[in-house]
């Protein structure tokens, strides 16, 4: 069936169309059951229905008791589009619904197929350079910690020496890691800079 757009604005201009059409769109309804709901005059509903039905928007049946019952024929969209320059109204069933050509779409599944395929050679590639720094990093570490240990004149020296490779750090905050008490790591941390090894900004304490 043709759809005219201008005549399903007219159809659905009306609200009490519009409220058959929302009662329907939840299950099938017999007429005295949408009569009642609608609460509008037996005439009035047959009235809307016939038109609903010759707009193809609604369908009749009888079940096995033969009472007639009405639903909704099939999806139908309407669509209007206004701006400044131009204004246009379409209708179409769902069946006849615009489809994108099997090329273009087969054409954007290999492009979202190549982006794939880029994302992961990057994740590869990443996931390398990762491998790479964490192995560095290890050996910069040890061969710092090894440095450390020969510039302390004591165990105690070197392991405060070993502890800043990582990072600057407070007083307090070495005496426990080091598990030693903090007046300890004071005196140790005072001798060191006196040569040079370390240095104090800001509280904190590095190499």
Known sequence: MTLDPMELLDILGNENRRRILQLLSFRPFYFNE?????DVGPK???DHLEMLERAGLIECYKDLGRRKYFRIACKTVLEVAVSPHSYGVRAYRSEDAPRAKTDEMAQD???LRDELNTLEDKRRKLRGLLDEIESRE???KQIAAVAARSCG?????????????????????????LEVPKIVVEDRLKRLKER?????????WSI
């Open 34 to 38: 949408m009569a009642k709901r609608l």
């Open 44 to 46: 009035a509903v047959i």
């Open 109 to 111: 599944m290999k492009l």
């Open 138 to 140: 290890m050996e910069v």
């Open 153 to 177: 004149r004591d165990q105690m020296e070197s392991e405060i020496l070993v502890a800043l490779v990582s990072g600057r750090s407070k007083a307090a905050d070495l005496a426990e890691r």
């Open 196 to 204: 040079g090894a370390v240095q104090l900004r800001n509280q904190e």
